[in-house]
């Protein structure tokens, strides 16, 4: 099943400030790409939209962004991907933004499902990252 992900990063550089973008690939991944530029991001909830939703994810992205007012305008004066507000609370409005469009939200994962699927950082970090090594018994190394 393929599908994309929306995501929501924030900075420790300014707090009250967070970015929502998309990717087609894990969002950890993208979060690392991030870093180069800014250290001090980090994940902050990634939603999958799944392919049998039957949206385009760059048209979703563009809805989310509109809702969400104002984006923070850098040195170029282009508007961008971030956004002024508590990055804490976005997830609660994007969730709304999302039934506003007609999409259930779930954490649950359901792969033949029509719905947008929530995740936070440790649920991707049990599906992506690899697995810790062990030792003879079977333990795993920290």
Known sequence: MGGGWIYVFMTASDYN??????????????LNQLKTADPMIAFQVAYFIPNSLDVKLSVIEKMIHQELGV???????EPSEWFYGEPRDVW????????MFGFEVTDYFDPDGKKVVRFWEESLNAI??????????GFPLF
């Not at 609660?92 to 039934?99: I, R, V």
């Not at 992506?128 to 018994?137: C, F, K, S």
Request: a negative charge; hydrophobic letters at 35%; charged letters at 30%.
């Open 17 to 30: 400030r967070y970015k929502v973008g998309l990717t087609r690939n894990n969002p950890m991944l993208r």
């Open 71 to 77: 984006p923070v305008f850098f040195w170029n004066e």
């Open 92 to 99: 609660s409005k994007l969730d709304d933004l999302f039934e």
């Open 128 to 137: 992506y990252a690899p697995p810790l090594p062990m030792d003879e018994d």
